[in-house]
T-cell receptor
Framework: GQNIDQPTEMTATEGAIVQINCTYQ??????LFWYQQHAGEAPTFLSY??LDGLEEKGRFSSFLSRSKGYSYLLLKELQMKDSASYLC??????????WGAGTKLIIKP | GAVVSQHPSWVICKSGTSVKIECRSL??????MFWYRQFPKQSLMLMAT?????????EQGVEKDKFLINHASLTLSTLTVTSAHPEDSSFYIC?????????????FGPGTRLTVL
């Protein structure tokens, strides 16, 4: 079956760095997305990886290892507004998004 | 950029009534739209894939007679929750896929919060 695993909740301190991991098993693979979702709002796009390696975009970076079925989202210089759920989603061979349950990130002052 | 709107943003209705939710792509044409449902503290659950001009494809366990989807044009898809019950209370989100983009990104609407009394 298809499966996405990511931690349920993480806590970090303002100004620090946090890494949110995601492992996936899908029927075929056409890339991996990270979305941010604030409570009561729809998800917003953060990143997309289809090739191995690190993609950096400002304070956020995303990494992919296709051979390991593994990705992580790295958030630097954490701000209080980064408190949200972070959703990992893999695109399968039918270009259907398979969603993880999301990681709730709590930022403390 | 690609903008998707949903209407209404929230709705409260009595049990047994039907509710229609609209999803519009504002500045692009979307041949494929997706309808998701999200319960509190859970991830998005795909309900159905809606293709313009054809019948929607429903995910396993989703009642197609209860959740009616119509994708009448390249910019509008509607979800009608028929004979709504309290257990249908949820956050409903639509998304649209932009054809030809490098990575098949989905753009999400702001969501509709449905509360059935």
């Amino acid at each position: 079956g298809q499966n996405i695993d990511q931690p349920t909740e993480m806590t970090a301190t303002e100004g620090a760095i946090v890494q949110i991991n995601c492992t996936y098993q899908t029927s075929g693979f056409n890339g991996l997305f990270w979305y941010q979702q604030h409570a009561g709002e729809a998800p917003t796009f953060l990143s997309y990886n289809v090739l191995d390696g690190l993609e950096e975009k400002g304070r956020f970076s995303s990494f992919l290892s296709r051979s390991k079925g593994y990705s992580y989202l790295l958030l630097k210089e954490l701000q209080m507004k980064d408190s949200a759920s972070y959703l990992c989603a893999a695109l399968d061979s039918n270009y259907q998004l398979i969603w993880g349950a999301g990681t709730k990130l709590i930022i403390k002052p | 950029g690609a903008v998707v709107s949903q209407h209404p943003s929230w709705v409260i209705c009595k049990s047994g009534t039907s509710v229609k939710i609209e999803c519009r792509s504002l500045d692009f044409q979307a041949t494929t739209m997706f309808w998701y449902r999200q319960f509190p503290k859970q991830s998005l659950m795909l309900m159905a894939t809606s293709n313009e001009g054809s019948k929607a494809t429903y995910e396993q366990g989703v009642e197609k007679d209860k959740f009616l989807i119509n994708h009448a044009s390249l910019t509008l898809s509607t979800l009608t929750v028929t004979s709504a019950h309290p257990e249908d209370s949820s956050f409903y989100i639509c998304s649209a896929r932009v054809q030809g983009l490098e990575y098949n990104e989905q753009f999400f609407g702001p969501g509709t919060r449905l509360t059935v009394l």
